[in-house]
Nanobody, 115 residues
Framework: QVQLVESGGGLVQPGGSLRLSCAAS????????MGWYRQAPGKQRESVAI???????NYADSVKGRFTISRDNAKNTVYLQMNSLKSEDTAVYYC?????????WGEGTQVTVSS
């Protein structure tokens, strides 16, 4: 079983920045895809950014140019650098890690963008 621990959420003013981290531990044979999803109140969970084991990335249109996903394979950790934050970025952000025999989710970290 793979456990995920997220950190870095919080309250930030519009235009500000936050960096989310997610560390995976447990029975990890290999990691294929690491990603971040978010769910705002009253809305469905949506993909924000993903990164493959080869380093290929994909972003939601709403965050392109503002968010950057990266990973440290040695630490089994994925990061999400969020710049130029907007009120519509307010949501619970979830980390997701997928491998050959698992698909794990973090518990979520709250990001609130407000003045």
């Amino acid at each position: 079983q793979v456990q995920l621990v997220e950190s870095g959420g919080g309250l930030v003013q519009p235009g500000g920045s936050l960096r989310l981290s997610c560390a995976a531990s447990g029975r990890i044979s290999s990691i294929y895809v690491m990603g971040w999803y978010r769910q705002a109140p009253g809305k469905q969970r949506e993909s924000v950014a993903i990164i493959t084991d080869g380093g290929r990335t994909n972003y939601a249109d709403s965050v392109k140019g503002r968010f950057t996903i990266s990973r440290d394979n040695a630490k089994n950790t994925v990061y999400l650098q969020m710049n130029s934050l907007k009120s519509e970025d307010t949501a619970v952000y979830y980390c997701n890690v997928r491998g050959p025999d698992y698909n794990s989710w973090g518990e979520g970290t709250q990001v609130t963008v407000s003045s």
